[in-house]
C-alpha cells in the first residue's frame, strides 16, 4: 500500500509498502517481513506529469479546425464560417486587415512582374 510517513526530521513523504505475515513450522504467526520504499520523489514528479497533462488538454480544446485552403473556419454545428464572422460570434473581436511584410513583398513582385 502508498501512504504518507513522518521522518525524523518531520517532514511527510510517500512510502510504498509490502509486507506479509509469515508463520513458524508450527503455524503460529510469526510477524511480518517486507519493505518500505521512499516514492515521495516519484508522486511528485507523477504530479507534475499530471499537471502539465491537464495543461495541454486545455490547449487541445482551444483548437479550431481552419481549411488550409480557403481559411474558413468549422463551426461547432457543422457549417464553415470565415474567421472574422467566427470571432465576432464568439470572441466579441472585431478583426482588422493588414499585410504581413513578407506577403506585401510577394504581391508587390507579382504586380511589377
Request: hydrophobic share 35%.
Amino acid at each position: 500500500m502508498e501512504y504518507r510517513l513522518k521522518n525524523s526530521a518531520g517532514e511527510y513523504r510517500w512510502i510504498l509498502d509490502n509486507g506479509s505475515p509469515y508463520y513458524l513450522n508450527d503455524g503460529t504467526f510469526g510477524g511480518f517481513i517486507g519493505s518500505c520504499i521512499d516514492i515521495h520523489d516519484q508522486k511528485l514528479a507523477a504530479a507534475a506529469l499530471a499537471e502539465i497533462h491537464h495543461r495541454e488538454m486545455e490547449k487541445m480544446k482551444s483548437l479550431l479546425p481552419m481549411c488550409a485552403y480557403c481559411r474558413k473556419i468549422k463551426m461547432p454545428d457543422g457549417s464553415w464560417s470565415i474567421i472574422e464572422e467566427y470571432l465576432s460570434q464568439t470572441h466579441d473581436t472585431l478583426v482588422s486587415h493588414g499585410m504581413c511584410p513578407h506577403c506585401s513583398e510577394k504581391v508587390l513582385a507579382e504586380l511589377e512582374g
